[in-house]
T-cell receptor, first 111, second 115 residues
Framework: DADVTQTPRNRITKTGKRIMLECSQTKGHDRMYWYRQDPGLGLRLIYYSFDVKDINKGEISDGYSVSRQAQAKFSLSLESAIPNQTALYFC??????????FGPGTRLTVT | AQSVSQHNHHVILSEAASLELGCNYS??????LFWYVQYPGQHLQLLLK??????LVKGIKGFEAEFIKSKFSFNLRKPSVQWSDTAEYFC?????????????FGQGTTLQVKP
C-alpha cells in the first residue's frame, strides 16, 4: 500500500464551487505539506503543518484553506474555485530529516 | 527571497549520451539540497540528497550530483542516459537553520531521451 495517498485523483469542478482534496499518510510523520504544480513553475508551497496544532501558510495560500484532522490526515480546501486554480496538487510528508515523500497527486480542473 | 533556478527547461538527448542538468540557488547559509524525478504520470521520487560531507553525492539509477558551494550550484549528472530516464527533474533546496523542512523547488527540467 502507498505511504501517502490522495483523493480524488482527478476532479473537474465549476467556478465558484467548494472542493476539498484529502491526503492521508501511514509513514507516521509529523510534517505534512500541500503543493501545486504548474507547467514551467515547478512546485509551489500552499500550506504546511508541523503537527495537528501547527499550521502555516506557504508562498501561495490565497484562495486555499487547510485542516489537519489528525497526524495522518491533511486536507486542502478551495472555498470558491476559480479557473486559475487548475493545476496538479501534491501532498507530501516528512520527518525532521527534510526529505519529503510525495503522494500521487490530484489533477484539478476548474471550468 | 530564496530561489532555485534550473537553467535547462527542456533537454533532448539520444540514449547513451551524457547528461548534466544545472541547478543554482540563492542563499548564503547552510543548505540541504535535493534532486527529485517525476516519471510520466507518477509522483515525485527522491533521486539524491546532500546534507553535508562529500560534495559529490550518488543517487539511485546511476545519477550523481556535485555541490559547489562557491558557485551556489548542485548540478545533476549521469554518464549515459537511457530511454527510461525520460522524466521531469526538479532541484529543491531547504535553506536556513530554522529546521522548517520547507523546500523551495526549481521550475523543473523535462528530459526526453530518444531511443
Amino acid at each position: 500500500d502507498a505511504d501517502v495517498t490522495q483523493t480524488p485523483r482527478n476532479r473537474i469542478t465549476k467556478t465558484g464551487k467548494r472542493i476539498m482534496l484529502e491526503c492521508s499518510q501511514t509513514k507516521g510523520h509529523d510534517r505534512m505539506y500541500w503543493y501545486r504544480q504548474d507547467p514551467g513553475l515547478g512546485l509551489r508551497l500552499i500550506y504546511y503543518s508541523f503537527d495537528v496544532k501547527d499550521i502555516n501558510k506557504g508562498e501561495i495560500s490565497d484562495g486555499y484553506s487547510v485542516s489537519r484532522q489528525a497526524q495522518a490526515k491533511f486536507s486542502l480546501s478551495l472555498e470558491s474555485a476559480i479557473p486559475n486554480q487548475t493545476a496538479l496538487y501534491f501532498c507530501a510528508t516528512s520527518d525532521r530529516g527534510f526529505e519529503q515523500y510525495f503522494g500521487p497527486g490530484t489533477r484539478l480542473t476548474v471550468t | 527571497a530564496q530561489s532555485v533556478s534550473q537553467h535547462n527547461h527542456h533537454v533532448i538527448l539520444s540514449e547513451a549520451a551524457s547528461l548534466e542538468l544545472g541547478c543554482n540557488y540563492s542563499y548564503g547559509g547552510t543548505v540541504n539540497l535535493f534532486w527529485y524525478v517525476q516519471y510520466p504520470g507518477q509522483h515525485l521520487q527522491l533521486l539524491l540528497k546532500y546534507f553535508s560531507g562529500d560534495p559529490l553525492v550518488k543517487g539511485i539509477k546511476g545519477f550523481e550530483a556535485e555541490f559547489i558551494k562557491s558557485k551556489f550550484s548542485f548540478n545533476l549528472r549521469k554518464p549515459s542516459v537511457q530511454w527510461s530516464d525520460t522524466a521531469e527533474y526538479f532541484c529543491a533546496v531547504n535553506a536556513g537553520s530554522s529546521n522548517t523542512g520547507k523546500l523551495i523547488f526549481g521550475q523543473g527540467t523535462t528530459l526526453q531521451v530518444k531511443p
